[in-house]
C-alpha cells in the first residue's frame, strides 16, 4: 500500500460516519496531510450540512497552505444545497488534491477537478477508485440511473428454507447477522415488504444497531389491495420514518382514507396481472428522493422484483441448520424460472463470515 492509498482508506472509513444520514447525497471523507502527519479530517455529515471539504477545513489544527487533501469523491463545482467545494479549496492554499473517482453527477462530473487545475493546484485522480466507487454504489446508481439503488436481502437454511413448515422463522440467522442487517437498514432510505409479512410476522421495520444511533428508514409496504391491518405496528409504532403503502385503484376506499388520516403516504401504481406496478414504483420513490431500498420481503415479492428488473444487489445469509420440508417456503416464490439459461446469475461475489452464518453477496449485472 502506497501513502496516497493509506490516507484514502482513511477518508473512506471517515466517510461512514454519514451512513443513513446523507441520503440522497453520497459519503464523503477528507483528510488533510501536511509534513507526513494528518492535520485535520472531516466527513459530510448530514444532508445540507457542510460538505466534507469544508469540514475538514473548519477541523484544522494548523496552517493548512501547502497542505495535501485526500477526498473520495471530486469536490463538487455547483450550488446546490451548499456552496462549491471545489472553490473553496482552490482558495484554501492547499497545494495537492488526490481524489479516489470522478462524480458521475453531470453537474459535476470533471468540472471539479478542472476548477482545482485552473487554480493550479496538483490533482491525482484515481487512487482506490474500485473500492469508492463500491463505497458509494447507492449514489452512482441513483444519480445515473435516476432510479434508487436496491438490495435483496434473505435468509435461509442450509436447504433453502426461510421458514419450517408452521411458518416459524425465528431465529434462522445469527445474532451478529441480524446485527449487521440492521446496520444496512441504518445505511439504506427504505425498507420495503410485501402486506403478508405485515400480516404474519408484524415487524416495526426499524433500525437498531447496537450503538443505539440508528435512524429509521421510510418503511414500505406493498400491498395491491390495502390489506394491511390498521393495527400494525408500522402503522402504529413511535418511529417518525413514515410509511408508504404501494397499491393500486383495488384498494377499498374508505381504507385509504382512514390511512391518509394516521400519515400514511400512499403510492398507486397502474396494475400489472393484478399487482403492483414495481418498476413505475421505483420511479416514483425517485421523485421523493429515496435513493435505496432494503427489500426484505417475502418470496412472492423477491420474484416479483427479480422478474421487474428492480433489483441490484443481492444479499444471503446462510445458516448451519436444516428444516426440511417440501412445503416449507424458500426465499423467492413466484411462478418461478422454467429454464436454467434463463437463471438470474449474480457477479463480483464476495463472502463474509457472521457467527456461524455465512452471507453471499453479488450483484445482477445490467441488461
Not at 454519514?18 to 501536511?34: D, E, F, Q, S, Y
Not at 432510479?147 to 426461510?162: E, N, R, S, Y
Not at 420511479?283 to 423477491?302: A, F
Not at 424458500?330 to 463474509?352: C, F, N, Q
Request: proline residues 4%; glycine residues 10%; contains cysteine.
Amino acid at each position: 500500500m502506497n501513502i496516497h492509498e493509506f490516507y484514502m482508506k482513511r477518508a473512506f472509513e471517515i466517510s461512514k460516519g454519514g451512513w443513513g444520514r446523507t441520503n440522497p447525497n453520497p459519503l464523503v471523507g477528507a483528510v488533510i496531510v501536511k509534513d507526513g502527519e494528518i492535520i485535520s479530517e472531516g466527513f459530510h455529515e448530514a444532508l445540507g450540512g457542510a460538505h466534507a471539504e469544508v469540514c475538514a477545513f473548519q477541523n484544522a489544527t494548523s496552517d493548512i497552505s501547502g497542505a495535501t487533501i485526500y477526498v473520495n469523491l471530486e469536490p463538487c463545482s455547483h450550488y446546490g444545497r451548499t456552496p462549491p467545494c471545489a472553490k473553496a479549496i482552490a482558495e484554501s492554499g492547499i497545494k495537492e488534491v488526490v481524489v479516489a473517482m470522478v462524480d458521475p453527477n453531470p453537474k459535476v462530473s470533471g468540472k471539479g477537478i478542472q476548477i482545482l487545475k485552473d487554480a493550479n493546484i496538483n490533482v491525482i485522480v484515481g487512487v482506490l477508485e474500485e473500492e469508492a466507487r463500491r463505497l458509494n454504489e447507492i449514489f452512482i446508481h441513483y444519480i445515473t440511473k435516476q432510479l434508487p439503488f436496491v438490495i435483496m436481502k434473505t435468509a435461509m437454511t442450509l436447504d433453502g428454507k426461510i421458514a419450517s413448515v408452521t411458518g416459524d422463522s425465528r431465529w434462522i440467522s445469527s445474532e451478529p447477522s441480524r446485527e449487521y442487517v440492521h446496520k444496512i437498514r441504518n445505511r439504506v432510505s427504505s425498507i420495503m415488504v410485501g402486506v403478508n409479512t405485515i400480516i404474519k410476522d408484524n415487524p416495526s421495520l426499524t433500525a437498531r444497531p447496537s450503538s443505539g444511533d440508528g435512524i429509521d428508514p421510510v418503511r414500505i409496504v406493498v400491498d395491491s389491495r390495502g390489506r394491511i391491518p390498521m393495527d400494525s405496528r408500522v402503522i402504529n409504532g413511535d418511529s417518525n420514518a413514515g410509511l408508504i403503502l404501494a397499491t393500486t385503484d383495488r384498494i377499498n376506499k374508505d381504507k385509504e382514507t382512514q390511512l391518509l388520516s394516521r400519515g400514511v403516504r400512499i403510492i398507486k401504481t397502474i396494475e400489472k396481472s393484478g399487482k403492483v406496478n414495481l418498476g413505475e414504483l421505483m420511479r416514483e420513490l425517485y421523485k421523493l428522493e429515496i435513493d435505496s431500498v432494503l427489500l426484505e420481503g417475502g418470496g412472492n415479492l423477491n420474484f416479483s422484483a427479480l422478474e421487474a428488473g428492480i433489483v441490484n444487489k443481492v444479499m444471503t445469509f446462510v445458516s448451519p441448520k436444516i428444516i426440511g420440508g417440501s412445503s416449507a417456503v424458500t426465499p423467492v416464490g413466484g411462478e418461478g424460472i422454467e429454464e436454467m439459461k434463463d437463471a438470474i446469475a449474480l457477479s463480483d461475489i464476495r463472502v463474509e463470515g457472521f457467527d456461524r452464518d455465512v452471507l453471499i453477496e453479488g450483484y445482477i449485472a445490467d441488461e
